[in-house]
């Protein structure tokens, strides 16, 4: 089987979107490469005295529609390539969700939980050092991304600030609400899923969430957040897992319980309560449910595994988890999919919200932020409905087309000088 590349991944799946909603070839070889890929080598000091060098990236896709935004992602296969896609993802993404935002990611080749809580302080202020010319409120705001959070943030926030001798709140989303961070971003990804979720079963005849069955894969940020949404909205969350493996119920899980369970430090293999049995990760993509909610990593749900789903919905937490072989299978078996660029946006919008209250010196009530949250993922999805009745096309290629559409118009009347 070929090697999975997410790059090459994103790029034929903008191919395909451009063929079908007749976009500019010659304005779409703009934005088929990201504008600048930065590599920067980490030095740290380790606990024990010793000395690592870590790779670091940020690679900065598109700002054409605002500045450049998009997590920070710290894993141990985490790459130059991989970074590239994620970028491009977020571009899109920002396009799709319609708010004035580019496109970036970045990222450091490194497993966090191998290093203790000072090392990977000494390791974030390193990283952030090296691309603070690059960064900035009206430049390129990072945000948190797996095994990256609030409190990472706080780090960047305060190498950023002592940089430039001053607070400077807007460099980053995703912070704590003390440091200016907004209500409602930790839980927003996740909160984003059920409304993409909730908006697709609607439009399904299926008004109401009652008895759904829901898997989830990952039970980080936006598995977590999302389990715990569905479950209070009445959802019977099925399956949940995380890197140890999977639990399931048939007749549901307590979603609250079992993050509890995780935050005190424990793997969901030694998880147990009345009625779960533990499951493998491709059982868990594989179990009867009506929503599969991938929110793990990329490449989960590739041409084997489409082929053995038993779902009728995919709603993509993650940030590519599905490949371009499955999604052709899926299309075929009828298995409806929400693409990540939709159905994920509900984080960069929260952020996108926290900038605002940053730059305008305003904190919004929690309340505030979530009726917000809806309304931007309603219309965008009603965007997305208009384009698949014009195409007749799938969720993905709707997604797809309303994003070239708008990064391409904005290329277009900028112009090309010089
Ligand atoms: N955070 C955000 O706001 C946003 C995140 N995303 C995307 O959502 C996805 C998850 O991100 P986030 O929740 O922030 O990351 P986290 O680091 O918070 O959580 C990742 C979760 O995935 C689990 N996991 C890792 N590898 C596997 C695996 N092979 N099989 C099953 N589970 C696995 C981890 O398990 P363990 O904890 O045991 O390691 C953890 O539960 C990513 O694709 C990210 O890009 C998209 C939009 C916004
Ligand atoms: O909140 C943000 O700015 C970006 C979150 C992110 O990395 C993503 O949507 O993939």
């Given at each position: 089987m070929k090697k999975y590349d997410p790059f090459e991944n994103v790029q034929t799946v903008m191919e395909q979107a451009a063929i079908l909603g007749k976009i500019d070839r010659r304005m779409f070889e703009i934005i088929k490469n990201p504008q600048r890929e930065t590599k920067v080598y980490l030095p740290v000091e380790m606990d024990d005295g010793s000395i690592r060098v870590f790779e670091g990236y940020r690679v900065q896709h598109s700002n054409i529609r605002?500045?450049?935004?998009?997590?920070?992602?710290?894993?141990?296969?985490?790459?130059?390539?991989?970074?590239?896609?994620?970028a491009t993802w977020m571009s899109l993404k920002c396009a799709v969700a319609n708010i004035p935002y580019g496109g970036a990611k970045g990222g450091i080749q490194v497993d966090p939980s191998t290093l203790s809580k000072r090392e990977l302080c000494r390791l974030t202020r390193r990283y952030t050092y090296a691309i603070e010319p690059l960064i900035g409120a009206d430049?390129?705001?990072?945000?948190?991304?797996?095994?990256?959070?609030?409190?990472?943030?706080?780090?960047?926030?305060?190498?950023?600030?002592?940089?430039?001798?001053?607070?400077?709140?807007g460099v980053v989303t995703g912070k704590p609400?003390?440091?200016?961070?907004?209500?409602?971003?930790?839980?927003?990804t996740g909160r984003g899923v059920v409304i993409a979720t909730q908006l697709v079963l609607k439009t399904n005849?299926?008004?109401?969430?009652?008895?759904?069955?829901?898997?989830?894969?990952g039970m980080g940020n936006v598995g977590a957040n999302a389990a715990r949404i569905f479950c209070h909205?009445?959802?019977?969350?099925?399956?949940?897992?995380?890197?140890?493996?999977?639990?399931?119920?048939?007749?549901?899980?307590?979603?609250?319980a079992v993050s509890a369970f995780l935050e005190e430090g424990h793997l969901l293999k030694d998880y147990q309560a009345e009625g779960v049995s533990h499951i493998s990760n491709t059982e868990l993509l594989t179990c009867d449910c009506d929503v599969l909610v991938p929110a793990a990593?990329?490449?989960?749900?590739?041409?084997?595994?489409?082929?053995?789903?038993?779902?009728?919905y995919i709603v993509e937490g993650a940030n590519g988890p599905t490949t371009v072989e499955a999604d052709a299978i899926l299309e075929q078996r009828g298995i409806t999919l929400i693409p990540d660029i939709f159905a994920n946006s509900g984080g960069v919008i929260v952020s996108y919200f926290e900038w605002v209250q940053n730059i305008q010196e305003l904190t919004w009530e929690r309340?505030?932020?979530?009726?917000?949250?809806?309304?931007?993922?309603?219309?965008?999805f009603g965007e997305l409905l208009e384009e698949r009745k014009k195409t007749a096309c799938s969720y993905r290629m709707a997604a797809y087309i309303v994003a070239l559409r708008r990064l391409l118009y904005a290329e277009d009347i900028k112009g090309l000088f010089p």
């Open positions: 605002g500045p450049f935004k998009g997590g920070i992602r710290y894993h141990q296969n985490c790459d130059l390539n991989e970074i590239k896609a994620l430049k390129d705001i990072p945000a948190p991304d797996v095994n990256t959070n609030a409190q990472t943030m706080a780090w960047v926030l305060d190498t950023y600030s002592m940089l430039h001798g001053k607070p400077c709140p609400v003390e440091l200016g961070g907004s209500r409602g971003r930790a839980s927003a005849g299926v008004d109401s969430l009652d008895g759904v069955k829901v898997a989830v894969q909205r009445n959802a019977c969350v099925v399956a949940l897992s995380d890197v140890s493996g999977g639990i399931y119920c048939e007749s549901g899980l307590d979603a609250d990593l990329e490449n989960q749900i590739n041409a084997e595994v489409a082929e053995q789903l038993r779902c009728r309340s505030q932020v979530n009726e917000m949250l809806e309304k931007l993922m309603t219309a965008s």
